[in-house]
């Protein structure tokens, strides 16, 4: 058998069995069943809500003795009359009071005539009893004329862990609707655990907690296994920690700052489920932070001395690429919002971060450029104006993600000096504006997108890094006005390899088109090429090669349609689905690809 042995003191520990108090849980539980099944109480994510109705339809009753040295000392005081010192037993009288005085009142009253003693119950309530009273109890209850009770309670969201929403959320909605009649919040938002990168949870006998100062301001691995040493850790658990920081921080955990933690964790919440946190994760946002920086200070820069901010933007005067970064900032906006209201966090952060860093950076500064270098004053204008709503706008979106970095560089963004909030945290929320939608200019801009896109992915396969020439073919008239009118723009944003770009239209015939070249389908109507014959030293080899990869993109395409020809694959989540589309629509798309290339090449042989 195995013996119990206190750790400090190594005394036997042995079982010792006394009389405990309960607290009957029927009606409670179903008291707040019912705020939930009401919508009184919103609880999510779902699996968070599900969680909670089947803790609360299988509950058992409560015992809320503790044998501790401290804590609430349970207010129950046993009767001792004169000449019956016997011990507690089932049979012992017991007052219930808030205070001594209110007990001694109490007895007095029932046992009058009688000489007795009162000798308060030594155990402590419940931890989780005592934090059951937290939301009114920190508001004055229970003078419920309190002036903080009548104004804050209940209160608004509670936001904790999906591991205590039965020790501590449902107490508090219980003991809540018990004593005060009312529910404690309305709205209950379970986030993720965090573990460790091996998905161990997090303890300081693992010696794998992680400090957030030792994030936001780096550490060496000496200085981690040093810390290991300060605490009272025992040699076995030592070398067990030490080994697992050599395994996940190898060379220290590198500053990352305050914003780069708080944009990945927010990134990491989507509800309930576990987080495995990877400090490469981490170090990853802290470039976005760098991004965020150096983009925000390149604009500011091209705004110069004289530039007065926008009272609202001229939309008629609009260039395309204009309207298109103005409809992407204005979806951003709108789908943060939603993100943020479904409490979507790892949503909202995509959202942001996509538009930031993938539309407005990586596209539109870029296409700006010549704009603010070559453009008429008109345009030059425009443009900065543009830049500047923005630069705004996108501060003010991701200020609630990254709140230090905004701030700073929001504070030296031109304002005019009558509208200016003191701080970043007063000014507007971004909201969606119907004015900024203009699906058919962004609908034509993606299009010339999706054309550059396919030529730095052809260069990129081909190794062509200056020189290149390009074509991009339309097979419909339509389909020609809109490449062409996106021409100045395809070629900026084609990258470096690709130095000459022109577009052939549905009359061009077999002479004026191009031999040799590798093919990028864009939509049914148009297709980019790039000239690749100067880099092919063996075409037979390389239609070899060609042909291998379009016979495992096949193999790739089979399965995916049998996987999503399976039975009940349509009552996946729709994150899965759109996810499994996605694949198939990109396996068709590199199929076509590879088949044009090869009727491209085989040309070469003839």
Known sequence: MVIPLCEKTKDVIEPYMTPQWWVRMGEMAEAALKVVEEGKVKISPESAR?????????????????????????????????????????????????????????????????????????????TWFSSGLWPMAILGWPNTENPDFKRFFPTSMLETGWDILFFWVARMIMLSLKLTGDVPFTEVYCHSLIRDSEGRKMSKSLGNVIDPLDIISGIELEALHAKLLTGNLKEDEVERATKYQKTAFPGGIPECGADAMRFT???????????????????????????????????????????????????????????????????????VNEALEARQFSTATKVAYQFFYDELCDVFIENSKGLLSDGTPEEQKSVQETLWWCL????????????????????RIPHWADQRPETIMLAPYPEPDSRLEFPAEAADYELGLQCAGGLRSLAADYNIRADGKAFIKASTPTALDKVSA?????????GKGVAEVSVLGPDADEASTPKGCAVYVVSADVAVLL?????????DAEIKKINGKLQKTNVAIQKQQELMGREGFEKASDVVVTAEKKKLADALAAKENYERTLAEFSKLKL
């Open 392 to 411: 705004d706008t996108a501060l003010r979106l991701l200020h609630p993600f990254l709140p230090f970095i905004t701030e700073e560089l929001w504070q």
């Open 265 to 335: 964790l927010l990134s990491y919440t989507t509800g309930g489920g576990d987080i495995n946190f990877d400090i490469k994760v981490m170090h990853a946002y802290r470039r976005f932070c760098n991004k965020v920086w150096q983009a925000s200070k390149y604009m500011l820069s091209k705004f110069g001395q004289d530039f007065v901010p926008p009272d609202e933007i001229n939309t008629a005067a609009l260039s395309v690429p204009e309207r298109w970064i103005l409809h992407r900032m204005n979806a951003a906006v709108k789908g």
């Open 486 to 494: 996106q021409l100045q723009a395809i070629k900026t944003l084609s």
């Open 531 to 539: 000239q690749v014959s100067t880099q092919i030293k063996d075409i």
């Open 50 to 126: 599900k969680s909670y109705d089947r803790w609360l339809s299988n509950i058992n009753d409560w015992c809320i003795s503790r044998q501790l040295w401290w804590g609430h000392r349970i207010p129950a005081y046993r009767v001792v009359f004169e000449g019956e010192e016997e011990r507690e037993t089932d049979r012992s009288q017991w007052i219930v009071g808030r205070t001594p005085e209110e007990a001694q009142a109490k007895a007095d009253a029932k046992f009058a005539g009688k000489k007795f003693r009162l000798e308060q119950d030594p155990d402590c309530l419940d």
